[in-house]
């Protein structure tokens, strides 16, 4: 049973700031890698960020200098902290998680983040 659920997500105007949550329910979560995607109306959804279990990040070239991706083990919790942003940020943004070793991919309800010009 893994349950994902993102928080954070809201209306901010371009060049403000978010940090979205995900909060994971399952055991050992510090094994899983992480990732963070979003998806805009019409548009095919995409890889926004991604952590693994060393904590070594990747970003889409779109978001590098201005979000950071992290997780806190403790916690069992994801985050992205969202600077700087664009109008074009606006989408549904979903976490994921998924392990080296299998196929399985599994995701968060999704987040609505909106930034007006």
């Known amino acids: 049973q893994v349950q994902l659920v993102e928080s954070g997500g809201g209306l901010v105007q371009a060049g403000g700031s978010l940090r979205l949550s995900c909060a994971a329910s399952?055991?050992?979560?510090?094994?899983?890698?992480m990732g963070w995607y979003r998806q805009a109306p019409g548009k095919q959804r995409e890889l926004v960020a991604e952590?693994?279990?060393?904590?070594?990040?990747n970003y889409a070239d779109s978001v590098k200098g201005r979000f950071t991706i992290s997780r806190d083990n403790a916690k069992s919790t994801m985050y992205l902290r969202m600077n700087s942003l664009k109008p074009e940020d606006t989408a549904v943004y979903y976490c994921?998680?998924?392990?080296?070793?299998?196929?399985?991919?599994?995701w968060g309800q999704g987040t609505q983040v909106t930034v007006s010009s």
């Open positions: 994921k998680l998924w392990a080296t070793w299998g196929s399985a991919d599994y």
């Open positions: 399952i055991s050992q979560f510090s094994i899983y890698s």
């Open positions: 952590i693994n279990a060393f904590g070594r990040t």
